[in-house]
């Protein structure tokens, strides 16, 4: 097993990330969903004041997938929460330790940072992911519906 480096991504990495995006995509069957850009993502994502941030995942020296997080608040228990929006390790890499380094490095954060939880959202089907989180005693939310309002449907809604 290689040597794993996990490191913030900085501006230099936008392209690297919308590489991992576009991957993500058509894994999880979307890829013709992703209209991000090089330059959005330094704006949105990679900027000083970005609510976003966002890590490189590498072994060996060689870029090997991206998590982007943020965090939310809880008003239950008083506290941030740590959210992982996206964690994505190409398929060549997985099952080396690197995406399992990149929750820990995340859980750490969110120890330290004294957010109350760390959460995540996995789609129903990747039954290689949920067997993942389960490994490391994570659970469903079994009882959360996520809605969404998003295109024309936000810009109709904010609009009315």
């Known amino acids: 097993m290689g040597k794993i480096v996990i490191r913030k991504a900085t501006s230099e990495d936008a392209g690297l990330i919308l590489g991992f995006v576009k991957e993500l995509a058509v894994y999880e069957k979307m890829e013709n969903d992703v209209v991000a850009t090089v330059d959005g993502l330094r704006e949105s994502l990679l900027s000083e004041g970005a609510s976003a941030k966002a890590l490189i995942v590498s072994l060996d020296d060689e870029p090997v997938g991206y998590a982007v997080f943020f965090y939310n608040y809880s008003t239950w228990l008083g506290k941030n929460g740590l959210y992982l929006e996206d964690l ?6 997985r099952g080396c330790g690197a995406g399992k380094a990149a929750l820990r490095y995340l859980a750490k954060l969110a ?35 996520l809605y969404r309002l998003d295109g024309e449907a936000l810009s109709d809604f904010a609009g009315s």
Request: with cysteine.
């Open 88 to 93: 994505y390790i190409t398929r060549k890499h």
């Open 111 to 145: 120890v330290d940072q004294g957010c109350g939880r760390f959460e995540w959202s996995v789609l129903d089907w990747n039954e290689p992911a949920i067997q993942f989180y389960r490994s490391i005693h994570a659970t469903p939310q079994n009882d959360w519906v």
